[in-house]
């Protein structure tokens, strides 16, 4: 079945860094790419999406590029805050309307 | 507050027993979905149900699990005779459509421990 395979974590960085979180997946189609948040004591919610290849994502300066090629939808952010801290789960749209998860990465911002 | 709310929040049980989780999804949502959440991994999907038929089901969801939504507004998730290994973070989620576009809006999850 379909799958996807996040870095491991936690990641930890300081306040101002460049973040890349990696993310690729395995998939029969053409899925759609997510990226979801769980900051602490909240429950998961969306953070982008891209829907085909070559379509970027973006929102709250984080941007993810859908890269068939690669089969990757790897996750940045030129400038992370300590606000940032949570934990990221990159995702994919199987057939069947179902969002099948990754495995998650702890980011730890330090300011 | 009109997000998706959970209840209860955390669930304490002996091996054996049997629980009840509700969920009441934004109530416009016509979609319904559970996952479960162990710790270290991503939700994982048991069910989904449209209104209020339930239109699929994953096989992790063994026959000890039944989830309705009989009004195609709140949704119970019940789990009979539990054992250790259903303890988890059971989440629910809803979103508005008719085709998916993968925007779900989660509630906070009701965790189950099993002793």
């Known amino acids: 079945g379909d799958s996807v395979t996040q870095m491991e974590g936690p990641v930890t960085l300081s306040e101002e860094a460049f973040l890349t979180i990696n993310c690729t997946y395995t998939?029969?189609?053409?899925?759609?790419l997510f990226w979801y948040v769980q900051y602490p004591g909240e429950g998961l919610q969306l953070l982008l999406k891209?829907?085909?290849?070559?379509d970027k994502g973006s929102n709250k300066g984080f941007e993810a590029t859908y890269r068939k090629e690669t089969t990757s939808f790897h996750l940045e952010k030129g400038s992370v805050q300590v606000s940032d801290s949570a934990v990221y789960f990159c995702?994919?749209?199987?057939?069947?309307?179902?969002?099948?998860f990754g495995a998650g990465t702890i980011l730890r911002v330090k300011s | 507050d009109t997000g998706v709310s959970q209840n209860p929040r955390h669930k304490i049980t002996k091996r054996g027993q049997n629980v009840t989780f509700r969920c009441d999804p934004i109530s416009e949502h016509n979609r319904l979905y559970w996952y479960r959440q162990t710790l270290g991994q991503g939700p994982e999907f048991l069910t989904y149900f449209q209104n209020e038929a339930q239109l699929e089901k994953s096989r992790l969801l063994s026959d000890r699990f039944s989830a309705e939504r009989p009004k195609g507004s709140f949704s119970t998730l019940e789990i009979q005779r539990t054992e250790q290994g259903d303890s988890a973070m059971y989440l629910c989620?809803?979103?508005?459509?008719?085709?998916?576009?993968?925007?779900?809006?989660f509630g906070e999850g009701s965790r189950l421990t099993v002793l």
């Open positions: 989620a809803s979103s508005f459509g008719g085709a998916d576009t993968g925007e779900l809006f």
């Open positions: 891209a829907t085909k290849a070559d």
């Open positions: 998939a029969t189609g053409y899925p759609s």
């Open positions: 995702a994919l749209l199987e057939y069947g309307n179902k969002l099948v």
